[in-house]
């Protein structure tokens, strides 16, 4: 238990990201085009979004009210021996505690296949345990890109107990981005170049506008998938 862990500890890799990648008060000029009914995504161009396109997913309600009571009831009595970590200033993650867990009950496993089913192809190694960070309603993840070392091009996550907003920033470009509404019960896919060329980060409660719009933030748990280095 404690070695994995430690191994999912480099998996926090911060990176610099300059400049505020968003522009809230203009309208039609800043370039937040929302992507259409079904993609919950603006960005800073629609070249930028059409290209992340295939790359990024969020699937709204990919759970129902009963799968995220049951993740709950699963996983509450482990996080709450643990304490809420705010002061390691080097981290990439700021109010949270984490666990990993291999074997899952019936009703979370089977939620489980389905989000492997839905992001990973078949034939895809995939890292063994799953990875749980739950944030507090004050925490927040700082833009990192996850080490090429321990995992591979997909990153899947489901958002459990409230709302978020991820937001991607290009490594060396950072003017280019893109935010995603994460709503509560819904799960997420970077793939490829979203993946390996964006920062990604969840943003604080007072940060936390997408689109213009006030998302507030909750506490927040996050259960991620990710496969392995080909
Ligand atoms: C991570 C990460 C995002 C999330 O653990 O590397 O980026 O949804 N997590 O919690
Ligand atoms: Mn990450």
């Keep these: 238990m404690k070695v994995l862990l430690a191994v999912l500890k480099q998996i ?3 990176a610099l990201c300059t400049g505020n990648p968003r522009c809230l008060s203009s309208g039609a000029t ?9 993609a919950p995504m603006v960005g800073s161009s629609p070249e930028l979004v059409q290209k ?8 709204t309600d990919f759970i129902t009210e009963a799968e995220e009571a049951a993740f709950l009831r699963e996983l509450d009595p482990g996080l709450k021996k643990k304490r809420y970590e705010f002061d390691h200033w080097d981290d990439a993650i700021h109010g949270y505690r984490e666990t990993e867990r291999l074997r899952w009950g019936a009703a979370c496993e089977e939620i489980l296949n389905r989000v492997r089913s839905t992001a990973f192809p078949e034939c895809s190694q995939l890292l063994g345990p799953v990875h749980v960070i739950d944030l507090d309603k004050t925490g927040y993840i700082k833009p990192h890109i996850d080490s090429v070392k321990f995992c591979g091009s997909t990153i899947a ?12 920033v290009k490594e060396d470009t950072p003017s280019e981005w893109l935010d995603l509404l994460l709503s509560r019960r819904s799960l997420y896919i970077l793939r490829d170049q979203a993946r390996y060329k964006f920062t990604h980060e969840i943003l604080k409660n007072e940060e936390s506008v997408f689109n213009g719009q006030r998302v507030p933030r909750q506490r927040r748990i996050s259960v991620i998938c990710r496969n392995l280095p080909g």
Excluded: F, H, T, W
């Design 30 to 38: 800043s370039g937040l085009l929302p992507l259409g009914d079904e």
């Design 157 to 168: 996550g489901l958002s459990l107990l409230s709302d978020s907003i991820m937001r991607l």
């Design 12 to 14: 926090y890799k911060p």
């Design 52 to 59: 992340l396109r295939s790359q990024v997913e969020v699937r």
